[in-house]
């Protein structure tokens, strides 16, 4: 009988033993797989293609931009990047691309609107009394003797913008949203290309059913098209979109042919 015992007690044990050890080495997977999933090196901020996906926010900051020439009179060393810059809210956007990498949209937009909501604060103060330095370490803006591609913070700004608009549009199904934030976009970046005008359009095609509320619906559905075309139209010369001047260009023929400019459309 106690044999019988001893024998099932090694049994109980061995097998005790064996489930530990693979529910070891399934947490050392799953570990490295978060690791590879989270892992981030940007080096420079793209600014006029970019490919993202789309997160709604309710980040609406000025839309005239104060901010100077030079550098900012911050406490930091002025960053050459912003996979190296230290402030508070370069960190929040490099967190933002972490989680949007990662899947996890709510996060990635409430980061995005953290990094673009402080950046926003240090560009409304005076660089001479600025109480927000410590948020970035990026430079205000690039000087004519600077030929470096370093981001600068409107730059910086301007791409976190752009990220809200593609979550707004994609994960939150807010168009209007993502209207107002790939305008806002437009207005600060230094250097504007096609992606935000190509967001513009097709924000502004996706959300048109929202304007017809008390009025004429084939006034506001013509009006608002004919503003997606004008937005398409500066992206086109502008160049490059969400994905290439081609896709720009085929959204524009489709806009004016549902505006029954079909000979346009085919040029």
């Not at 604060?121 to 600077?146: G, I, K, M, R």
Request: charged share 20%.
């Amino acid at each position: 009988m106690n044999n019988n015992n001893n024998h099932t007690s090694r049994k109980q044990r061995q097998w005790h033993n064996a489930s530990t050890s693979l529910i070891c080495i399934a947490l050392i997977f799953f570990i490295d797989g978060i690791h590879e999933t989270l892992a981030f090196s940007l080096t420079s901020i793209p600014r006029s293609r970019t490919t993202t996906t789309r997160a709604s926010n309710n980040f609406v900051p000025s839309t005239k931009i104060r901010g100077g020439t030079g550098t900012p009179t911050s406490l930091h060393a002025v960053s050459s990047s912003i996979s190296t810059a230290t402030g508070e809210a370069d960190r929040a956007f490099r967190l933002g691309i972490q989680l949007e990498k990662a899947g996890l949209a709510r996060a990635a937009s409430a980061a995005f609107h953290e990094a673009a909501t402080l950046y926003q604060c240090f560009l409304d103060q005076s660089p001479s009394t600025n109480s927000f330095q410590h948020v970035t370490s990026l430079a205000l803006s690039n000087t004519d003797e600077d030929t470096s591609d370093s981001p600068t913070v409107l730059a910086v700004l301007a791409y976190a913008c752009i990220r809200l608009a593609h979550l707004s549009h994609d994960a939150f199904g807010d168009s209007r949203a993502s209207t107002r934030l790939y305008k806002l976009a437009a207005s600060v970046d230094p250097n504007p290309g096609g992606v935000a005008y190509h967001g513009i359009g097709s924000s502004i095609e996706a959300s048109i059913t929202h304007s017809f509320i008390g009025q004429d619906e084939r006034v506001v559905w013509r009006g608002e098209m004919e503003k997606a075309v004008m937005a398409y139209r500066e992206a086109s010369e502008l160049g490059g979109g969400l994905g290439s001047n081609c896709e720009v260009l085929f959204h524009l023929a489709v806009a004016l042919e549902r505006l029954e400019e079909v000979e346009e459309s085919e040029r």
